[in-house]
């Protein structure tokens, strides 16, 4: 958060924000697909993502499940530690998930988007069809084991992982996939499905183009606004501050392919936007704790373009729906912020979350892939670890346990 912490509890604030609780308050289920399954599913979509608690007396077992897993944090006695620091940090995180609603929205946008999702596959790839996509979540219902036993009963042979984050991160999807392959094994199910993997999408046209379009009414918004206010000059033209959340360092220096793909995904957004882009900065928030991080944090740059008489707008370009990092942290705490050093106007641009745009993308997306035959959608980048890793167990996020056949060559 943009609060300051004190030494006490740096780390275990550190190792929540790490990976991005998401907030919210709606009920979903296992599966996004019709629940009558007629006619039998032939090629199943399990949307990969970190998930959120549904209500508030769901966030103490969700940040178990967190601290609890040395996929992400490694920490000593881990079971133990992980619980006593789960347990700890609840009513502070629930005071964040109250601020905003008391749940996380991602359960219900990841179903409205699978099921639009579905829909649009059947059309596009009928040789493939029917198809059905399934939730499954990393610490929050509906986990992927609750997918993967939903998959069983229907029958599915077929499935394609599909990560919600455009661009990879070991952290983030590294992690989703690797818990996928864990739960497989665990149920002996390592042969039962044929899988193939979407890792990353971070230049899809139809996502860039569909963020460019946010942008685009963001900045109709900021010119009436504007006017108004009756702002001239500097204060009159907007910057826009690309925003994702931050990672530590010495993450970073192992080789974590995010902080690339996230800057060729504004790239590819500005030049979209083309004559209309107005000036633009790529900034990181979420950041605490006392290690480095990836800069210019987001609020930093917003205290010095307010300080400076300038206006934002900022736009969210590696979330795909809105969460603790858009609801929260910009729209409440980041605006309180920008307008407490004077900033005249400050903006968001919405997330994607169901617009039509995003639904024909994502349809896109997993169509090419099924049509390519391929078992991972961009297999030169999935199969290069990263030159750092460092793991004490000898696996990598993108080997351990892995059905697909597609191994480390770095």
């Not at 002996?188 to 890792?199: H, M, N, T, V, Y």
């Not at 690309?242 to 995010?258: C, I, K, N, Q, W």
């Not at 697909?404 to 770095?410: E, G, N, P």
Request: hydrophobic share 35%; net charge positive; with cysteine.
């Amino acid at each position: 958060m943009l609060k300051t912490f004190n030494n006490k509890n740096n780390l275990v604030q550190l190792i929540t924000r790490c990976v991005q609780p998401q907030l919210g308050r709606h009920h979903y289920s296992t599966n996004t697909g019709d629940e009558n399954n007629k006619p039998k599913t032939k090629t199943a979509i399990l949307m990969l993502n970190l998930g959120g608690p549904q209500t508030l007396n769901d966030v103490e077992p969700f940040l178990t499940r967190l601290f609890t897993d040395r996929d992400i944090i490694k920490l000593p006695f881990q079971e133990t530690v992980g619980r006593l620091i789960a347990k700890r940090r609840s009513p502070a995180v629930q005071k964040l998930y109250q601020s905003i609603g008391g749940g996380s929205p991602i359960g219900k946008w990841t179903e409205i988007q699978g099921k639009a999702l579905s829909q649009r596959l059947d059309q596009l790839s009928p040789q493939s069809a029917p198809h059905k996509c399934y939730i499954g979540f990393r610490y929050a219902s509906p986990l992927v084991d609750d997918a993967i036993q939903q998959m069983t009963k229907d029958g599915v042979t077929r499935a394609v992982a599909f990560s919600q984050y455009p661009q990879f991160s070991c952290t983030t999807t590294g992690s989703s996939l690797n818990n996928l392959w864990k739960s497989l094994e665990t149920k002996g199910l390592e042969s039962k499905f044929d899988w193939s993997i979407i890792d990353r999408w971070p230049l899809h046209e139809g996502f860039v183009s569909t963020v460019a379009s946010k942008i685009q009414q963001a900045l109709t918004h900021f010119a009436n606004e504007a006017k108004r206010l009756n702002l001239i000059g500097e204060a009159a033209q907007p910057v826009l501050l690309f925003s994702a959340h931050s990672l530590p360092m010495r993450t970073v220096e192992r080789g974590d392919p995010y902080p690339t793909e996230v800057a060729a995904t504004v790239s590819a957004v500005v030049q979209t936007l083309g004559d209309q882009v107005p000036q633009h900065i790529l900034c990181w928030q979420s950041k605490v704790g006392p290690l480095p991080w990836l800069v210019p944090k987001t609020s930093d740059t917003v205290v010095r373009l307010a300080k400076a008489g300038r206006n934002v707008i900022i736009v969210p370009i590696a979330f795909t729906s809105d969460h603790i990092e858009t609801l929260s942290e910009i729209d409440i705490e980041l605006k309180h912020l920008a307008h407490e050093n004077g900033m005249k106007v400050f903006m968001r641009s919405e997330s994607l979350n169901d617009d039509p745009k995003i639904i024909d993308a994502m349809a896109d997306i997993v169509h090419r892939h099924i049509s390519s035959g391929e078992q991972v959608a961009n297999i030169k980048q999935y199969s290069l670890k990263c030159p750092g890793c460092i793991d004490e167990t000898g696996t990598y996020c993108r080997t351990i346990r892995n059905p697909v056949s597609c191994h480390a060559t770095a």
